[in-house]
């Protein structure tokens, strides 16, 4: 089944909080993780591939910016840490990219931009004229205008909803796991990695733990729901360990690691 990541042409690549910043976000931005990442996307361009990034980041990069060391809980606060850290976020993006010539675009969506059909097709357009271009989409929710009701809530639901936006071949999450377990291994060391799997098989979601990170929103349950919506569109999700040398090249070029958790394929009947 690994075949179905290594032929894709066009896939998202979701990378969370807890990577692109330095100590859960009270260091500012992970700027060799950015860089190395921007590195591998450049390898995959030259293979002739299709890349949307959707980039978390931003809001834990402006507590850092204001000298803030917990996440607040007010909207208004989390908004203008969110202005704050877009601006750092996108623009240490922009240099990692320009330094393999490449160039980089803001894209920030709310959940009103997906459910608007207009809108929603005048984002297609848009994302897909950029990688004509050969441009990368930085994608990211657009949490200065945001609210409870609107929320997407985390970004690997933004990628899944992205890639079903682009049909995309598949959704690549990056993160500070090396995959679904089929226990939360930070309290059961005998659990053993999910390597493979139907998206839609239920068991994932039981298997699937909390948050491991006070700046993180999301969680494993929230990858299990991410690629159960990105295969409504075909799209298979790989989950795989960001801090792995090479993980994203590794994962793409076929090497057996992080989970998979594919679309229902031709002839698959389950």
Excluded at 19 to 36: K, M, N, S, Y
Excluded at 90 to 99: G, L, N, Q, S, W
Aim: glycine share 10%; charged share 20%; hydrophobic share 40%.
């Amino acid at each position: 089944m690994r075949s179905l990541i290594t032929q894709s042409k066009c896939l998202v690549v979701k990378v969370g909080s807890t990577l692109v910043t330095c100590e859960g976000g009270r260091g500012g931005l992970a700027l060799d993780f950015i860089a190395d990442l921007t590195r591998q996307i450049s390898v995959l361009h030259e293979e002739g591939r299709r890349i949307l990034l959707v980039s978390s980041g931003a809001i834990a990069a402006g507590l850092q910016r204001l000298g803030w060391s917990h996440r607040p809980k007010a909207m208004h606060s989390l908004q203008a840490a969110a202005a704050v850290g877009q601006m750092g976020l996108i623009h240490a993006y922009e240099i990692a990219f320009a330094k393999h010539n490449l160039t980089a675009a803001q894209i920030l969506l709310t959940h009103d931009d997906l459910a608007d059909r207009t809108r929603h097709q005048n984002a297609r357009a848009t994302l897909q004229t950029l990688m004509e271009l050969g441009v990368t989409p930085i994608i990211n929710e657009n949490d200065t205008v945001a609210t409870d009701e609107i929320k997407f809530g985390d970004n690997d639901t933004l990628g899944a909803m992205v890639a079903n936006l682009v049909s995309a071949n598949a959704l690549v999450i990056l993160t500070d796991q090396p995959g679904l377990y089929s226990r939360d291994p930070r309290l059961h060391p005998e659990a053993t990695l999910i390597v493979e799997g139907r998206a839609d098989d239920p068991q994932y979601e039981s298997m699937a733990g909390g948050t491991g990170s006070h700046i993180s929103k999301g969680g494993m349950i929230t990858k299990v729901y991410a690629a159960q919506r990105a295969a409504v569109s075909g799209a298979h999700t790989l989950i795989v360990g960001g801090r792995e040398p090479d993980a994203l090249l590794r994962a793409m070029h076929g090497e057996p690691m992080g989970t998979l958790l594919f679309a229902k394929v031709s002839g698959d009947t389950k």
